[in-house]
Each structure stands twice: as C-alpha cells, then as structure tokens.
C-alpha cells in the first residue's frame, strides 16, 4: 500500500495485476505514486489452485478491506477507485458491475467511485472458459462477464484498451460493446479510449489517464454537493 502522508481525504485506486489470472504479483505501478491519491495492490489466487469464481471473491474482499480501513490512513472512503490491467481490469469490472460479489462483505458496490479497467474482458474471461474446455477464441457472456451485468445505476466507467489492431483477439471490440450496450441500458458515464499505436501491454500511456479521471470524478462529486 502507498499513500500520501501530507494529506488527508485523499483518493484512493485499487490496482489488481495482469496474468491471465494464471501468473502475476501485486504490485504498485510508480506512476500512480506522488501523485496526491493512494494506491492498493492487491494479490489474488490464481487458476489452477482455484477456480472461478474464486479469484473474484478474493478481489471483492480486498476491495472491502480498503473500504473498511482506508480511513485510518487518512483517506476517504467515498473516493475508491477500482483499476488493473488485463486481467486485473476484469476483476475490477466483475467486482464493480455485478453487486454480488460486495454484497457479501456489506457494501454496495454503487459506492464505488469510479471504474478504469486497462485492456480488461468484458466477455467471460478466457481462464474461465479454459476451465470449461472453451477455446480462446469462442465468446462467452454469461454471469462471470461484465457484460452480463450493465446497469444504469453502475459507478463512473471508463475504458481504455490497447489498439484495435494490436490488441489481444478483440479486446477492443469487446470493450467497445460494453461502451455501447452501458448507453443502451441507460448508464450517463462510459466512456472509452482506445492507445493508437499500443499493443495489450499499455499501462505506461494510460496511468495519466486513470489519474486525470479521478480528479474528474471526484471534483464531479464535489460539484454535485455545492
């Protein structure tokens, strides 16, 4: 954990790692330091020593934890931001779309500040397709996709994804539909940005972006209280 010791009330993102929920290690990116917010990095069980929806519930019990006790560092809790890259993005969407998962801890996921997923699934995730023998390259909705779960009243949603054509199979496209059918179902604030020139490894060109979009969020939210 990181966090600002000269100042109080601060924002706070949650940052899951990448790995194809098979491989990885929490980490904090140095970019999100010194930069007024605090930054959790977050471990969870990987597959094959678990399966879905485990990982999941792991991530959503960290996320509680820092809704529970960020405070005591000095920061608010009704400035928590969700993010991570690849598979750490899905975990951030899973956790921030479909309710359940922080349902169980006591806390309502609509008071997630924001959602910044980085090159994230909104498709059920190929890990958890691989458990039940599906290809890569065969698309799946169901309950352990984002996608499944768009609702209008989510948090502030902003995806970013590599280049369409750099990207992982359509992991632009697919964030593209969850843009699109977040509008549909009446969500006010998704929005997407696609790294022209980046392949799926974009995190250095898109953590200014997650920054500038917690700064926006949260003088939004001091806005609307004025």
């Known amino acids: 954990m990181y966090y600002p010791t000269d100042s109080i009330e601060f924002a706070t993102v949650v940052w899951f790692h990448g790995g194809g929920i098979t491989g990885g290690n929490k980490e904090i990116p140095k970019r999100l330091t010194e930069q007024g917010i605090a930054v959790v990095g977050v471990n969870y069980r990987l597959y094959p020593k678990v ?51 922080l349902a169980a801890h006591d806390i309502d996921a609509n008071s997630i500040a924001g959602l910044i997923p980085f ?5 059920t995730h190929f890990t958890v397709r691989q458990e039940r023998g599906i290809e890569g390259t065969q698309p799946v909705i169901d309950s352990l996709a984002p996608l499944y779960h768009v609702r209008a009243d989510a948090p502030p949603l902003l995806l ?20 699109r059918m977040m509008k549909v179902a009446g969500h006010k604030d998704t929005r997407i940005y696609e790294m022209d020139g980046y392949g799926h ?10 920054i500038e979009e917690m700064r926006r969020v949260v003088k939004m939210t001091i806005e609307d209280t004025h």
Not at 119 to 123: F, L, Q, V
Not at 201 to 210: C, Q, R, S, V, Y
């Open 160 to 179: 970013i994804t590599g280049d369409r054509e750099l990207e992982l199979l359509g992991r632009y496209e697919e964030n593209a539909y969850m843009m």
């Open 51 to 101: 399966k879905a929806p485990v990982y999941i519930e792991d991530a959503a019990a960290a996320i509680a934890w820092v809704f529970k006790n960020i405070d005591k560092y000095g920061g608010d809790p009704n400035k928590i931001f969700l993010s991570g890259h690849s598979a750490g993005g899905y975990l951030a969407s899973m956790v921030g779309m479909d309710k359940n998962y």
């Open 201 to 210: 490894g974009m995190t250095e060109p898109a953590f200014p972006l997650l």
């Open 119 to 123: 090159s994230g699934h909104t498709i």
